[in-house]
Nanobody, 116 residues
Framework: QVQLVESGGGLVQAGGSLRLSCAAS????????MGWYRQAPGKQRVLVAT???????NYAESLKGRFTISIDNAKNTVYLQMNSLKPEDTAVYYC??????????WGQGTLVTVSS
């Protein structure tokens, strides 16, 4: 099993920044990629960004330039730097781990609220 500990969510004013962290532990020897997804109230969970263990990134098109994903392989931790936040970024943000030959793992989510 994989355990994911997310942190960094909270309340921020529009235009502000937040940095989310997600630390993975447990059966993590076969991680292929980590990422962040988000789910706004009443909407489906959607991709924010993913990053492979060798640093290749993939972003939701609408978030490019404001959000940056990074990974610390030594700490098995993925980060999401979110700048110029907008009220529409309000959502629960979920960390995900994608493993080779094993099931995906999801965190419990951290709430980000952006006030106008």
């Amino acid at each position: 099993q994989v355990q994911l500990v997310e942190s960094g969510g909270g309340l921020v004013q529009a235009g502000g920044s937040l940095r989310l962290s997600c630390a993975a532990s447990g059966s993590i020897f076969n991680i292929n990629a980590m990422g962040w997804y988000r789910q706004a109230p009443g909407k489906q969970r959607v991709l924010v960004a993913t990053i492979t263990s060798n640093g290749s990134t993939n972003y939701a098109e609408s978030l490019k330039g404001r959000f940056t994903i990074s990974i610390d392989n030594a700490k098995n931790t993925v980060y999401l730097q979110m700048n110029s936040l907008k009220p529409e970024d309000t959502a629960v943000y979920y960390c995900a781990v994608f493993r080779i030959g094993a099931s995906d793992a999801w965190g419990q989510g951290t709430l980000v609220t952006v006030s106008s």
